[in-house]
C-alpha cells in the first residue's frame, strides 16, 4: 500500500479528525500474515479487534467507554500507588553521588504503579502487555511474532477468561510503551540540555514535554483534498505527530492523540510527570546524562531500552 507522509502539522490534525480517513486495521495486516503462512494468528487478530487505536465505529465507542471508565474509576488509586512508587524511588535511588537507569527504575516502576491499580492481575501479564506493542513493528521477526501470539493465546486460555479481560489486555499496552517511553526521552533530553544543573534551577513543564510515539496511520476512504495535498481511496497517510520543525503548542496538542482517538490515560500521565518533577525538585539533583540505546524493534515508537544518567 502505498504511503504518504504529512508532516504539516494543521494538515496533520484536520487529517486524524477528518471522516475521509479510518484507521489502519491490524486485525486484518494479520489476517493477510495468516494466510499468506498458513500460520496461525488467532490469538493476535482477536487482540487487535479490542484495541481501540486500530478500531473505528460502534465498536470502538464500546471498548473505548469501558476504558474510560476503568480509568476514571481508579483515578485515585493510581495516585495513591504513585505517590508510594515515587518515595520509594527517591529514597534508595535518587540521591547523590549515584548512577541509575531510568528505564527500569524510574519509567516501568511508575506505570506499573498506574497498571496495577486499573487492573489488578499478576506480573507476567504486565509483561505481556509490555512487549504487545512489538507486533507493531514492520521489523519484527515471524518468529518472534508467533512467539508473542503463543503468549496472547495461554492468556486467553486462562481460567474465567472473559472479553473485558481482552480489552485490559490492551488497556494495558497501550499506555505502557509511550507512558515509559515518553518519560524517559524526557528525562534524558531534558540532562543533555541542562548537563549538571539543578532541578531547582530548571524550568519544568505542566505536561510531558517528549513524546514516544512519532506518527500514527490512516487509511483514505474517499478522495478529498487538505491544502495542498491530494489523497486518492487506499492511500496510506502517515501523520508525523512530533517533529523539531514544530511549535511546542503544536507538538502538545498532539501528544495525547486527537478526537475519538485521544487517549484515555491523559490526565493521569500528566499528573505522574507532575508528582515526579515536584520531587525532583524537592530533592534538588542533578541528571548527568551518561548513555542512551534505542530499541530496534521501535516502529513507530522511538523507545529506549536503557538510559542512564549520574545524580549529582
Given at each position: ?49 479490542s484495541f481501540p487505536i486500530f478500531v473505528d465505529g ?206 484515555v490515560g491523559r490526565a493521569i500521565s500528566e499528573t ?41
Amino acid at each position: 500500500m502505498e504511503n504518504q507522509i504529512v508532516n504539516n502539522a494543521t494538515l496533520v490534525q484536520k487529517v486524524i479528525k477528518s471522516a475521509a480517513f479510518k484507521t489502519v486495521s491490524m486485525a486484518e495486516a494479520y489476517r493477510r500474515v495468516a494466510k499468506k503462512t498458513s500460520l496461525d494468528f488467532d490469538a493476535t487478530i482477536q487482540l487487535m479487534e479490542s484495541f481501540p487505536i486500530f478500531v473505528d465505529g460502534d465498536n470502538h465507542r464500546k471498548i473505548r467507554r469501558f476504558m474510560a471508565k476503568q480509568v476514571v474509576t481508579s483515578s485515585g488509586l493510581q495516585v495513591e500507588r504513585l505517590q508510594i512508587e515515587l518515595t520509594r524511588i527517591f529514597q534508595t535511588i535518587i540521591f547523590p553521588p549515584n548512577e541509575i537507569e531510568i528505564v527500569s527504575q524510574i519509567a516501568k516502576p511508575l506505570w506499573r504503579a498506574i497498571a496495577s491499580a486499573i487492573w489488578p492481575t499478576e506480573e507476567s501479564i504486565f509483561e505481556l502487555a509490555f512487549d504487545i506493542p512489538l507486533l507493531l513493528c514492520p521489523t519484527l521477526s515471524l518468529k518472534e511474532r508467533l512467539y508473542l501470539n503463543g503468549r496472547i493465546d495461554c492468556f486467553r486460555t486462562r481460567d474465567n477468561f472473559g472479553e473485558d479481560d481482552l480489552v485490559q489486555l490492551c488497556l494495558a499496552a497501550a499506555g505502557a510503551r509511550t507512558f515509559v517511553g515518553s518519560i524517559v526521552l524526557s528525562l534524558y533530553e531534558t540532562a543533555l540540555k541542562n548537563p549538571d544543573v539543578r532541578a531547582s534551577a530548571l524550568a519544568w513543564s505542566r505536561s510531558i514535554p517528549s513524546s514516544a510515539l512519532k506518527y500514527v496511520d490512516r487509511i483514505c476512504v474517499r478522495e478529498t483534498e487538505m491544502g495542498p495535498l491530494k489523497f486518492s481511496v487506499g492511500i496510506r497517510a502517515r501523520l508525523i505527530t512530533q517533529d523539531p520543525a514544530y511549535s511546542e503548542e503544536e507538538r502538545t496538542r498532539m501528544f495525547f492523540g486527537l478526537g475519538t482517538h485521544s487517549c484515555v490515560g491523559r490526565a493521569i500521565s500528566e499528573t505522574a510527570w507532575q508528582l515526579l518533577t515536584t520531587q525532583l525538585v524537592r530533592s534538588d539533583v542533578a541528571l548527568v546524562p551518561i548513555s542512551i540505546r534505542m530499541s530496534e524493534h521501535d516502529e513507530p515508537f522511538s523507545i529506549p531500552i536503557e538510559a542512564t544518567v549520574s545524580i549529582r
